[in-house]
């Protein structure tokens, strides 16, 4: 069973930027597509970005400028840069699993609060 | 900009039926738009109820069904459960890579 596991700071400064990292255990990064999805409390969900195995990559256009989505087969890992945070950017972050297939979003993390505040 | 709209919110009695849409600002929903659905229930991860409009995941009971309604994309929840009350969230696949939720329904059941 896949399983996938957030982790990162859980406070980040203003104007600064936010690295969370998902680790997948149970299964192979390789051959699937990984994104980070983020809510706000008491909002919906919002995709965020994706990246291939292979490092190729596609982003939310409305995050763009600010997003950086990497990968490290060796590991197993993969990592969400967001720079130039704001309080909007206040929210819990979720890695999952993309199917390359049906494009749906098939195993998720418990998802990790990060609040951005001085 | 791309707005996927949904309901914002439907009561539906104990065993009852409901039906939730997903719509596109910028035209109709079709197949080519690969529409899954999830559940959420408060603090939780998302759950995976359908992909490719109409498969239900693994686990998923049947009375969750998925389709195309007119030009929209549906759930419907046949025979509904208190279990049930969650909020749930579509997506839609634009194409090149991108995915865009819905606003999400929240569903009670009472």
């Known amino acids: 069973q896949v399983q996938l596991q957030e982790s990162g700071p859980g406070l980040v400064k203003p104007s600064e930027t936010l690295s969370l990292t998902c680790t997948v255990s149970g299964g192979s990064i390789s051959s699937y597509y990984w994104s980070w999805i983020r809510q706000p409390p008491g909002k919906g969900l919002e995709w965020i970005g994706y990246i291939y195995y292979s490092g190729s990559t596609s982003y939310n256009p409305s995050l763009k400028s600010r997003v950086t989505i990497s990968v490290d087969t060796s590991k197993n890992q993969f990592s969400l840069r967001l720079s130039s945070v704001t309080a909007a950017d206040t929210a819990v972050y979720y890695c999952?699993?993309?199917?390359?297939?049906?494009?749906?979003?098939?195993?998720w993390g418990r998802g990790t609060l990060v609040t951005v505040s001085s | 900009q791309t707005v996927v709209t949904q309901e914002p919110s439907f009561s539906v009695s104990p065993g009852g039926t409901v039906t939730l849409t997903c719509g596109l600002n910028?035209?109709?929903?079709?197949?080519?738009?690969?529409p899954s659905w999830y559940q959420q229930t408060p603090g939780q991860a998302p759950r995976t109820l359908i992909y490719s409009t109409n498969t239900r995941s693994s686990g998923v009971p049947d009375r969750f069904s998925g389709s195309i309604l007119g030009n929209k994309a549906a759930l419907t929840i046949t025979g509904a459960q208190a279990e049930d009350e969650s909020d749930y969230y579509c997506v839609l696949y634009m194409g090149s890579g991108i995915s865009v939720f819905g606003t999400g329904t929240k569903v009670t059941v009472l």
């Open positions: 999952a699993r993309r199917d390359g297939n049906s494009r749906a979003h098939d195993y």
């Open positions: 910028s035209g109709s929903v079709s197949t080519t738009y690969y």
